[in-house]
């Protein structure tokens, strides 16, 4: 995925591993979880600076790297769509989190998981579509889905769950 972004063939969604991975690599504390930690033990020592380079190199050098991405109609973010998505302008850090993280309400499930909410799929305007991926159980923590789901918003816009 790096070389295509870097030869400008290709686009990079920042999602919040992406994001985690750049601010560890800054040099700020950061809270790894468990496949996270797994994720530096399988890069391994010996790669371990130019994958670290990677995220820098991708979240502050690339113009293809975004928090999201627009082509018409169709939005794509990493985990969730932000109201002030659809009339563009400066990302706020609360914006940044949503686009990151989703919309969540402090709480957490029995296995650690936060409890996500979708109120934002409400905010899609009629003939929006936002497709995310993030969430392996979308909608309610159903249980993990194996083909795409779409959710309607109330303005008529869409919300399409991709991590399969």
């Known amino acids: 995925m790096y070389s295509v972004v870097r030869s400008r063939t ?7 591993h992406d994001d985690k991975f750049y601010r560890y ?11 996270a930690k797994q994720t530096l033990v399988d890069v391994g020592a010996a790669r371990m600076d130019s994958f670290l380079s990677m995220y820098v190199d991708l979240i502050e050098d690339m113009p293809y790297s975004r928090l999201y ?3 018409d109609d ?5 985990a969730a769509a ?3 998505m659809f009339s ?14 989703g919309e969540t309400n402090g709480e957490r499930y ?11 799929v409400n905010n899609i305007p009629a003939g ?31 919300a399409i769950f991709i991590d399969t």
Do not use: C, M
Not at 141 to 146: F, P
């Open 10 to 16: 290709g686009a990079f969604t920042v999602g919040n």
């Open 25 to 35: 690599a800054k040099g700020n504390q950061v809270h790894l979880s468990h496949d």
């Open 69 to 71: 991405h627009n082509f």
């Open 74 to 78: 169709i939005y794509v973010s990493h």
């Open 82 to 84: 932000h109201a002030n």
């Open 88 to 101: 563009g302008g400066k990302i706020t850090k609360s914006e940044s989190y949503v686009y990151l993280v």
């Open 110 to 120: 029995d296995n650690g998981y936060p409890v996500r909410l979708y109120n934002w």
């Open 128 to 158: 929006k579509t936002v497709i995310v991926g993030h969430d392996r159980t979308p909608v309610n923590y159903l249980d993990v889905i194996d083909t795409p789901v779409e959710k309607l918003g109330s303005l008529g816009g869409r």
